[in-house]
Nanobody
Framework: QVQLVESGGGAVQAGGSLRLSCAAS????????MGWFRQAPGKEREFAAA????????YYADSVKGRFTISRDYAKNTVYLQMNSLKPEDTAVYYC????????????????????WGQGTQVTVSS
């Protein structure tokens, strides 16, 4: 069992930045792929970014590419999502998730491919 706790959300103006953190319990954190998803009111949960177990590969949704960066700190068992140049359409609850496959599923962009989820953190971007 893996427990995930997100933090770092908040309210920011368009053009601003936030860094989300996802702290994971368990000694096998370094063996798992990790992902960030987001869900806006009335919409389905959508993929934002993912990273393989060793950080060797990262993946991004087209909507965030060039603005968001996913990274991981093995000493802290934490995955980060650095979000720059934020837009009002980035407003959502952001969730981190674990994929027990080291190199992620080929369908890393599908929420159903992930095994554990955090409780989410709210990000609100005003224009």
């Amino acid at each position: 069992q893996v427990q995930l706790v997100e933090s770092g959300g908040g309210a920011v103006q368009a053009g601003g930045s936030l860094r989300l953190s996802c702290a994971a319990s368990g000694r096998t954190f370094s063996s798992y792929g990790m992902g960030w998803f987001r869900q806006a009111p009335g919409k389905e949960r959508e993929f934002a970014a993912a990273i393989t177990w060793n950080g060797g590969s990262t993946y991004y949704a087209d909507s965030v590419k060039g603005r968001f960066t996913i990274s991981r700190d093995y000493a802290k068992n934490t995955v980060y999502l650095q979000m720059n140049s934020l837009k009002p359409e980035d407003t959502a609850v952001y969730y981190c998730a674990v994929d027990r496959r080291r190199n992620l599923s080929d369908r890393y962009y599908f929420p159903a491919e992930y095994d554990y989820w955090g409780q989410g953190t709210q990000v609100t971007v005003s224009s």
